[in-house]
């Protein structure tokens, strides 16, 4: 990074931080409670440009690192890890534009995803195809100048209150290898895609992820990213390495969260004479909880600077996003028992951080699928 970029990423945590202070915690748990969008601070998050973060400067978006990109999602999901979904799979979307689409297209796209004019998220799986996404069974067949698509999603993020989603399709569905006839396209809202229901989730609540139908759906043939069919998947994938990144830093920031509230708590209740955290167990517990946030942001600090390297890193990414959404686990789990029977109400803000914590285990890969991923590069790059 040069200086300039220091300052600016300087300026930019700055103004963020004093963002989440005072227009979002103060309203975090009632959001979360009601399962209320937060459309006012979404046009705020607009407005400071969260939605280019990572879209370059010649399309209008901020071009920043993803490193520093990693740490804004950081400290956004110390305060509410919902509002990292609303900017992560958009800019999923908008990366596999910028990596993959032609000129076109990212002349088009990309100026309208910076500025959240176009929002949206990922569209992948499907009621009987989640890890094993060669299984899906949307199908998209040319027509004249149009894909015609028809299927069903779920699970997808952003898209209710979103106006566009990159949405994995079968072009060819005989291919062999499946993958060879899986392809991405640029949906945009419209005739024949249709939001069937919002999905009841036990946390990430307030940001929308619904079911979606598609019924003789046209998009225009100029929507395929690449403009080359079968290119789908890998497209996809390659944008996955930057979600896990996100996800782990995810991880970092409800890990921190968790610390940030046993840390407080447990210094103002007393339990026989003397605050808990002058108790040899809650010690224990607190050394080991600050001991994984910190060890989570130093491997997602390395995953991403691989990544903004250009480097291959599905390893580094799988082990960031494993042990960060790990330590976010268990980190809200003990700051909940630290915080005894409190911890059981939905009073305190680490209740939140239970319910929130187990998603980040799940999505972007599973952690079981992470740890085949680490274990396979481990094998790829030390042959014997
Ligand atoms: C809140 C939320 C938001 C989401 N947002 C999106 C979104 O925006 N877009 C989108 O496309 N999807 C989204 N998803 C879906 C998510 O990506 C999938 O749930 C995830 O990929 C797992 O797929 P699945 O649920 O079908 O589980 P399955 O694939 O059925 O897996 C079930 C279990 O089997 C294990 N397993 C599967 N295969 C293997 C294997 N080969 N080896 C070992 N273990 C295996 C898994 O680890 C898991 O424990 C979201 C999910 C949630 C809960």
């Given at each position: 990074m040069t200086p300039q970029d220091h300052e600016q990423e300087a300026m930019i945590l700055d103004m963020l931080d004093r963002f989440l202070e005072t227009e979002v915690a103060p309203h975090v748990r009632k959001l979360?409670?009601?399962?209320?969008?937060?459309?006012?601070?979404?046009?705020?998050?607009?407005?400071?440009?969260?939605?280019?973060?990572?879209?370059?400067?010649?399309?209008?978006?901020?071009?920043?690192?993803?490193?520093?990109?990693?740490?804004?999602?950081?400290?956004?999901?110390?305060?509410?890890?919902?509002?990292?979904?609303?900017?992560?799979?958009?800019?999923?979307?908008?990366?596999?534009?910028?990596?993959?689409?032609?000129?076109?297209?990212?002349?088009?796209?990309?100026?309208?995803?910076?500025?959240?004019?176009?929002?949206?998220?990922?569209?992948?799986?499907?009621?009987?195809?989640?890890?094993?996404?060669?299984?899906?069974?949307?199908?998209?067949?040319?027509?004249?100048?149009?894909?015609?698509?028809?299927?069903?999603?779920?699970?997808?993020?952003?898209?209710?209150?979103?106006?566009?989603?990159?949405?994995?399709?079968?072009?060819?569905?005989?291919?062999?290898?499946?993958?060879?006839?899986?392809?991405?396209?640029?949906?945009?809202?419209?005739?024949?895609?249709?939001?069937?229901?919002?999905?009841?989730?036990?946390?990430?609540?307030?940001?929308?992820?619904?079911?979606?139908?598609?019924?003789?759906?046209?998009v225009p043939a100029d929507r395929l990213i690449g403009g080359v069919e079968g290119r789908g998947l890998q497209q996809i994938l390659s944008g996955l390495e930057l979600g896990r990144i996100n996800v782990a830093a995810r991880g970092v920031g409800v890990a921190q969260a968790a610390l940030d509230e046993a840390t407080a708590y447990s210094q103002i209740r007393k339990t026989f004479g003397k605050p808990i955290c002058e108790h040899q167990a809650i010690q224990l517990k607190l050394g080991e909880m600050a001991t994984r946030v910190e060890a989570a942001r130093l491997l997602v600090e390395s995953a991403a600077r691989a990544y903004d390297r250009g480097e291959r890193c599905d390893m580094e990414a799988g082990m960031a996003k494993y042990f960060a959404t790990e330590a976010a686990l268990e980190n809200a789990t003990e700051a909940m028992r630290i915080h005894g029977g409190y911890g059981y109400s939905k009073e305190y803000n680490v209740e939140r951080l239970y319910r929130d914590a187990p998603l980040l285990t799940i999505g972007e890969g599973t952690n079981e699928m992470q740890r085949i991923i680490i274990a396979r590069q481990l094998i790829e790059r030390n042959p014997v």
């Open positions: 979360d409670h009601d399962d209320i969008y937060p459309a006012e601070i979404v046009e705020k998050m607009k407005e400071m440009g969260l939605f280019g973060c990572i879209i370059s400067e010649d399309y209008g978006g901020l071009g920043l690192s993803t490193a520093t990109y990693a740490r804004i999602i950081t400290r956004i999901s110390r305060t509410w890890m919902s509002l990292s979904g609303i900017i992560n799979s958009h800019l999923i979307m908008a990366s596999a534009v910028q990596r993959h689409g032609t000129q076109a297209q990212k002349s088009l796209f990309l100026p309208r995803f910076a500025t959240g004019e176009l929002r949206g998220g990922i569209g992948l799986t499907e009621p009987d195809a989640g890890t094993d996404l060669q299984a899906i069974r949307t199908v998209a067949r040319k027509d004249g100048e149009d894909y015609v698509v028809n299927g069903a999603k779920t699970w997808i993020t952003n898209s209710g209150q979103g106006n566009c989603i990159a949405l994995l399709v079968k072009t060819d569905p005989d291919a062999q290898p499946r993958h060879r006839g899986m392809s991405l396209l640029l949906a945009e809202k419209g005739p024949g895609f249709q939001v069937t229901r919002k999905l009841e989730k036990l946390g990430y609540r307030g940001i929308d992820t619904c079911e979606l139908l598609f019924q003789d759906y046209r």
